[in-house]
């Protein structure tokens, strides 16, 4: 195993790692990304296929590099997102190793430097940034029992609807992913139970301008962690076929089963919340708040907008939804699989420096930090959900945090 000496070691070779090494660059710091296979893996190997990026393409953009196609207001598939990022790393010259996986970081023994051990060498380092993203590891509430005979698989693992067997499927979160793998399976003919939460009911495109537009203009981006709302719901939003509306009413019209939160179950029979209606209402208010909300800005700002392009009033519960099921057999039903789109959540395991909350040493599951800085020198987060705003983990925002970063690093040492 070799051994070396680096001034800053970026853990994570995604957007935000990049974007890290371009802020570095412009103070000519010494680094390298640790990459555990290839730059934006997860977008290669743990998305399906049908995905498009949820914002439109002019959004898509990392320091220095805005978006290079001709067609800023469409949704990149999936594979384009990978080829756009993969395009930054040549244009940036960014020192990556792809393949090296960080099995351990901790302090060198009688020094304030790092240690990190991967599967192929130990370096020693001044500054570490970990920017291995949100997304780490597959989030499945353990709210059931044993289950025989049904398929289950993370949102991350599924691919399309061939790979599950045959039957009707459970998609238990609907969120913007468990909805937009809903439509999948609806476009292939598959009957689909889905199991809803709190969401964010909003338009593709109100007035002319696309959702993403009014969340900049109305300051939503910006928002910082002190300003973060207690309910922290996200919106439904798609890009496949051009972008469209998410409405749950509207799937169940097309065949979907909508059911309250998934509450228990065993040998497959489950229990829901009688929930339901209230979350559809509630997601409701947030979809009046928005318009209302673009409206006000559009006027105050003097815009020529067109009308409004979306109806106010959200369609009738469907009689599945006025019903709300309760209970439900998942053979007689003719389910086959349950596809958990239930998030994810931080995995820092290989972390063995104290930057976790007190009494959560052990777990190693929420680093404490103020704007990606933690309280051990040198080391940083970056990256994350609400790292320092509500764009820090988005494409169009990490940029912001891994310039205040690295300048940091620069006044430190």
Not at 77 to 102: K, L, M, N, W
Request: a neutral charge.
């Amino acid at each position: 195993m070799t051994r070396e000496e680096i001034d800053t070691v970026i853990i994570g070779g995604g957007q935000a790692g990049l974007a890290m090494s371009y802020s570095l660059a412009q103070f000519g710091r010494e680094h390298v990304i640790l990459e555990r296979q290839r730059i934006a893996e997860r977008w290669r190997s743990e998305r399906w296929d049908s995905l498009t990026f949820q914002f439109p393409n002019w959004t898509m953009q990392l320091p220095g590099y805005p978006y290079q196609g001709t067609d800023p207001e469409g949704f990149a598939h999936r594979d384009e997102v990978v080829h756009f990022i993969e395009s930054y790393a040549t244009f940036i010259q960014a020192p990556v190793r792809c393949g090296v996986s960080v099995t351990s970081l901790s302090m060198e023994p009688g020094s304030a430097r790092f240690q990190i051990e991967t599967d192929s060498a130990s370096i020693t380092a001044a500054n570490v940034v970990i920017a291995t993203g949100p997304y780490q590891q597959p989030a499945i509430p353990a709210v059931i029992g044993e289950m025989n005979g049904i398929f289950q698989v993370h949102s991350s693992r599924y691919r399309n609807p061939d790979g599950l067997p045959p039957g009707a499927v459970l998609v238990v979160g609907s969120g913007a992913s468990g909805c937009q793998i809903t439509e999948d399976l609806l476009r292939c003919g598959r009957r689909v139970y889905l199991a809803v939460g709190a969401h964010r009911r909003v338009p593709r495109r109100y007035r002319g301008r696309d959702f993403a537009y009014w969340e900049f203009a109305l300051g939503e981006f910006d928002r910082t962690v002190d300003q973060r709302p207690a309910e922290r719901v996200s919106p439904l939003l798609t890009g496949v076929g051009g972008g469209h509306d998410i409405d749950l009413r509207r799937l169940a019209y097309e065949g979907v089963v909508l059911l309250g939160r998934l509450l228990a179950g065993e040998q497959s029979k489950l229990a829901f919340s009688s929930d339901l209606r209230a979350t559809l209402l509630r997601g409701d208010q947030w979809f009046e708040q928005f318009v209302t909300a673009a409206d006000a800005y559009a006027q105050r700002n003097g815009l020529d907008l067109p009308d409004a392009d979306v109806a106010r009033k959200p369609m009738p519960d469907p009689k599945e939804a006025s019903i709300s099921i309760q209970e439900l057999d998942l053979k007689a039903a003719g389910i086959s699989s349950i596809l958990w789109a239930t998030g994810f959540r931080h995995n820092f395991g290989w972390v063995h420096v104290p930057i976790f909350a007190d009494g959560d040493e052990q777990l190693r599951l929420e680093p404490v930090h103020a704007r990606g800085v933690t309280r051990i020198p040198g080391l940083y987060l970056l990256g994350l959900p609400w790292l320092y705003k509500r764009k820090s983990s988005l494409m169009a925002g990490v940029g912001e945090d891994a310039a205040f970063l690295a300048n940091h690093i620069a006044t430190r040492n």
